[in-house]
């Protein structure tokens, strides 16, 4: 079936290290997206990727960094900069770019937690 | 900057019941879209509706359907004949025609009661 799977669906991270955050979809979709919630809050986007080998920042892009060397995949890593990762973490893809009408697809999200 | 507002934190239905769902926006766009997204507790994201600021015409989809108020910046969604799976949280957004920052807001938890 087509669709976005991350993983892992549960990560812990010690204070100091580096995670990796994977995004992977099947839809033949053109752009994908990284969007972080916090309780009580509704979605905020860290990174954006309209094509292959390009990325633009969002709004809370600082102590993140991704990259995009396939069509297919968008990993997210969370740095040490990052002073509060705990948070969840929800992929997204769609056929086009979201300013021009297309429908978002998000994946089932990732839960990442400091410790 | 725009910005989307949800006044009600948490709304209650009874099931077969209707309710309705409020959402505001800010905006100095005159070109763009609006979707209401439902978060059950699986935590995964689902298009609800979807609506173009042109139409005037409200969008409507099965039980769902929106009153888009363009000139109050209002886009509230209407749950007819409420069901258990209903219950999820519901975010309201927006995205501008020239730009890629969809714009959520805090969402509003639904419970449905049977």
């Known amino acids: 079936d087509g669709g976005i799977t991350q993983s892992p669906k549960y990560l812990f991270r010690k204070e100091g290290q580096n995670v990796t955050l994977s995004c992977e979809q099947n839809l033949n979709h053109d752009a994908m997206y990284w969007y972080r919630q916090d309780p009580g809050q509704g979605l905020r986007l860290i990174y954006y990727s309209q094509i292959v080998n390009d990325f633009q920042k969002g709004d809370i892009a600082e102590g993140y960094s991704v990259s995009r060397e396939k069509k297919e995949s968008f990993p997210l890593t969370v740095t040490s900069a990052q002073k509060n990762p705990t948070a969840f973490y929800l992929c997204?893809?769609?056929?086009?770019?979201?300013?021009?009408?297309?429908?978002?697809?998000f994946g089932e999200g990732s839960w990442l937690t400091v410790v | 900057a725009q910005t989307v507002t949800q006044s009600q934190p948490e709304m209650s239905v009874q099931e077969a019941e209707t309710v309705t769902l409020s959402c505001t926006y800010d905006t100095s766009e005159s070109d763009y879209y609006l979707f209401w997204y439902k978060q059950p507790p699986s935590r995964q994201m689902i298009l609800v509706i979807r609506?173009?600021?042109?139409?005037?015409q409200n969008a409507t989809e099965n039980r769902f359907s929106v009153n888009f108020q363009k000139a109050a910046k209002s886009f509230s969604l209407k749950i007819s004949d409420s069901q258990l799976g209903d219950a999820a949280m519901y975010f309201c957004a927006y995205t501008p025609y020239n730009n890629n920052d969809m714009r959520f807001g805090a969402g509003t938890r639904l419970t449905v009661k049977p």
């Open positions: 609506q173009e600021a042109y139409k005037q």
């Open positions: 997204a893809s769609s056929t086009g770019l979201m300013s021009s009408g297309n429908t978002i697809y």
